[in-house]
């Protein structure tokens, strides 16, 4: 009986961790959609450690123009990009709807304000179309255009998208 049981342990345990892999899988495939004007966006929600509400933004001298400033988030101070400026729009007002999604890149937390949250989708690599129609002299922001439906999803690559001066930021301040 003690073999049946581990035997059924083990079995237990195996699928588990297939189980666990899936998920895994299932997440490279997950997107946390959100708005900028009129378009949607897209980042792996992989990336994605928590969306926030706009708070007291404190500016920092000498950084890129799309970079607002930071915010000290439960002890921990996050730069903070304006997607919007960081893509060469319009400023806009922030309002009720502006949040900060806040990204893990590359060991360091870096925020993006946008206009709103969407929704999280899974976004197979078989809807996802490469942008090498695009031509672009250096390194594009955009990796892929996410089908949905009818719907679009504009998929950035978040390590282009937020350069290394970027989140550099917090480690000026210590």
């Known amino acids: 009986m003690k073999d049946a049981a581990h035997a059924e342990d083990t079995n237990a345990q195996a699928q588990g961790a297939e189980a666990i892999a899936a998920d895994r899988e299932n997440l490279d495939d997950m997107y946390l959609t959100f708005a900028i004007g009129e ?4 980042v792996s929600i992989t990336m994605v450690t928590e969306i926030v ?5 404190m500016s920092v001298p000498d950084v890129p123009h799309y970079i607002k400033g930071v915010i000290n988030l439960r002890g921990k101070v996050i730069p ?8 060469g729009m319009e400023e806009k007002p922030y309002d009720d709807r502006t949040v900060v999604i806040v990204l893990q890149v590359n060991n360091a937390p870096i925020g993006m304000i946008v206009d709103g949250v969407s929704e999280v989708l899974d ?3 078989s809807q996802i179309d490469p942008t090498s129609g695009f031509d672009s002299k250096s390194e594009n922001i955009v990796s892929g255009i996410g089908r949905i439906g009818e719907r679009v999803a504009i998929l950035l690559d ?3 998208l937020v350069s290394s ?3 550099a930021l917090p480690s000026m301040t210590h």
């Open 165 to 167: 001066a970027d989140i």
């Open 158 to 160: 978040i390590g282009v």
């Open 80 to 87: 903070l990009m304006d997607v919007r400026l960081r893509f």
């Open 53 to 57: 509400g706009l708070q007291k933004i």
């Open 123 to 125: 976004i197979p690599p």
């Open 39 to 42: 378009e949607h966006y897209g």
